[in-house]
């Protein structure tokens, strides 16, 4: 054997030595180890593989919340009409959400359509009878309709379900007032101004019944 041969020989053992050494360490990549995310919502692949991509979806608006989004912003720019148009299309995928139904009901007051407006109150109170807004923003309605007895009977379930809301009894006060009971309006008023001292109609209303 020739010198050359003895070295090819001595490197081919060294080769397969190595390679089996390698083989039984145990050091060679585990799959899940080595490219196992460090936090849940790491991403896997990225750019490279897409098709690799493993993170958490983000959470996106329900088709409700995008709708009442959108009739808060067109209500901000005024635009009553496209407010009501997603209200309306809210109210065809859910006709008893009372988010919709209380921006319902005050859309058509400010349209002046006080029977709509009626109608939404009533339906998120026979969804919920303890809603003290519902019933307070009824009493209004009603009083609009001159249906004042049993405005002023909401009026009251407001203050009992909700006693230290100062706007109730504002509300109230002003129903009385439009009545011709000065002296059952000026109660309300202090009693809303005692409750809200920023309420300065309150205060002017006091001043004006106590001359």
Excluded: C, W
Aim: overall charge negative.
């Amino acid at each position: 054997m020739s010198i050359f041969q003895l070295l090819l020989l001595v490197l081919a053992g060294a080769v397969f030595y190595l390679f089996f050494k390698q083989l039984f360490s145990g050091d060679y990549p585990k799959r899940g180890v080595d490219f196992e995310a460090k936090l849940p919502n790491d991403q896997l692949g990225g750019i490279n593989r897409p098709d690799k991509t493993f993170s958490a979806p983000s959470t996106l608006p329900t088709r409700m919340e995008q709708l009442l989004k959108m009739a808060d912003e067109a209500v901000e720019k005024g635009d009553m009409l496209e407010a009501k148009k997603a209200i309306q299309s809210a109210l065809i995928i859910d006709k008893n959400n009372i988010e919709a139904l209380r921006r319902s009901g005050y859309l058509h007051i400010e349209l002046e359509e006080y029977e709509d407006a009626k109608e939404s109150y009533e339906r998120i109170l026979s969804l919920d009878e303890n809603d003290d807004v519902a019933h307070d923003s009824l009493a209004n309605v009603l009083h609009k309709l001159m249906e004042n007895e049993s405005a002023i009977n909401h009026h009251k379930r407001a203050i009992e379900l909700d006693p230290g809301y100062a706007p109730h009894y504002f509300n109230y006060a002003n129903t009385l007032y439009d009545l011709g009971q000065n002296k059952e309006a000026l109660e309300m008023y202090q009693k809303a101004y005692e409750l809200d001292g920023s309420l300065e109609e309150a205060q002017k209303m006091i001043m004006k019944l106590s001359e």
